[in-house]
């Protein structure tokens, strides 16, 4: 398969434990990449060398899920949702820092390793959707208020599900104003998927899989074939990727080679100069692989080495991929889909320190590039990656 352009934009390895990511606009009019790690949250504004660390908080208890997004009106800013062990809170960015501006109810044990945000009932706002691994249920909360001290996260509904949830996600599908849910559980040691549909009279229950082949470990939806409407995308810990098409039934319409050990995340958006959607899906090996649409090959339309273990994956509107690792790192890539790799040198990086990121020799990218002295690279220089 041909490898993407590759391009590393930004690297920052000092955070600890696994890294979730997700992209908004928190803080000011451009996109920013938000990730958590342990207990704190971490804000990397653009800036001309790439990105930089502008905001960070300490939330005083381990963060296990991330989504920004929820502003109270708009046009108004972005705001961040995390889930805690027991509760969810919400932080937002004011006078040049990260405050607490809601929290729910505390719920012992409940776990919420998940976050989905989307205007379920079409009033305008979004609703946060919440998967505690704790429990057999989901959460949905509404948020009240429009001024920081108004603001308020209160209970919508619960949902009891046939297992303990395992993720969440909301997706478009055709004859349906409002996004629709889509939630993973697992009852003993297997998973299944379930469709809620937002109703006047509660949530309605769509079509449902139960006993899928493989304990899931990612979810994420998108326009991924040419039928109307968004499909769902799941990957398990047998390292293979399925599209499912939601109909009267959810049907399996394609199933992937296997791409590794597992999967352990999956995102689905326009990367950079794309019109349509790729589907892209990392593991534990550090690989990329991504699938566009629409999707209709198992094998991926390419491949591109990361170097670290990926933990979590989210497309900024800008087409960039931002990926948490689960050692501590953050990074951004620029992918597009012709044959070639590129990299930008950034400060304090050898020809020695690339060649191990992208799994090639230092002679090979002498070659490339044509360098009369591979020691004069400088921030900033472009470099082909064979």
């Known amino acids: 398969m041909p490898l993407a352009v590759a391009e590393l ?4 390895f000092r955070l600890n434990n696994r890294v979730q990511v997700d992209w908004g606009r928190v803080a000011g009019e451009k996109e920013e990449l938000i990730a958590a790690a342990g207990s704190k949250i971490y804000l990397f504004t653009a800036s001309i060398t790439g990105y930089e660390l502008s905001l960070e908080v300490d939330v005083g208890a ?8 929820l502003p109270v009106s708009t046009g108004a800013a972005d705001n961040i949702v995390l889930g805690l062990e027991d509760r969810v809170v919400v932080y937002g960015s004011r006078q040049g820092t990260l405050v607490r501006l809601a929290e ?69 599908r055709a004859g349906y104003p409002a996004p629709v849910v889509a939630v993973a559980y697992q009852n003993n040691s297997t ?25 899931l470990t990612a979810l994420t939806a ?29 049907e399996v319409a394609l199933t992937s ?16 100069k794309e ?5 892209v899906a990392g593991t534990p090996e550090g690989f990329l692989f991504g699938f566009r649409a629409p999707v209709e090959s198992s094998t991926p339309d390419w491949a591109a080495r990361t170097g670290n273990p990926v933990n979590d994956l989210a497309v900024s509107d800008e087409g960039l991929l931002g990926l948490g690792t689960a050692d501590g790192g953050v990074q951004v890539w620029l992918l597009s889909t012709r044959n070639v790799m590129k990299h930008t040198v950034r400060p304090g990086e050898t020809l020695f320190t690339i060649a191990g990121l992208y799994g090639t020799t ?17 921030p900033g220089q472009k470099l082909r990656i064979p």
């Open 62 to 69: 381990r963060v296990l899920s991330l989504a920004v997004g």
């Open 191 to 215: 998973s299944g998927l379930l469709i809620l549909i937002f109703t006047e009279l509660g949530f309605a229950e769509g079509p449902a899989l139960e006993n899928l082949p493989a304990p």
């Open 362 to 378: 230092v002679q090979a990218i002498v070659a490339a590039n044509m360098l009369a002295d591979p020691s004069l690279i400088f």
């Open 104 to 172: 729910t109810q505390p719920e012992p044990g409940a776990r919420f390793a998940d976050l989905a945000l989307a205007d379920l009932d079409g009033d305008g706002r979004e609703e946060v959707i919440a998967a505690p691994e704790g429990m057999a249920a989901l959460y949905f909360y509404r948020l009240f208020g429009q001024t920081a001290e108004e603001l308020r996260l209160e209970i919508l509904a619960i949902r009891v599900l046939p297992g303990q949830a395992q993720k969440v996600t909301t997706f478009r």
């Open 222 to 250: 998108g326009d991924l074939r040419e039928r109307a409407g968004e499909e769902l995308a799941w990957g398990g810990n047998d390292g293979i990727l399925r599209v499912l098409e939601v109909n009267g039934e959810l």
């Open 9 to 12: 934009v930004f690297s920052f």
């Open 257 to 272: 080679d296997n791409l590794g050990s597992g999967i352990s995340a999956l995102t689905a958006g326009k990367l950079a």
């Open 275 to 279: 019109s349509m959607d790729t589907l």
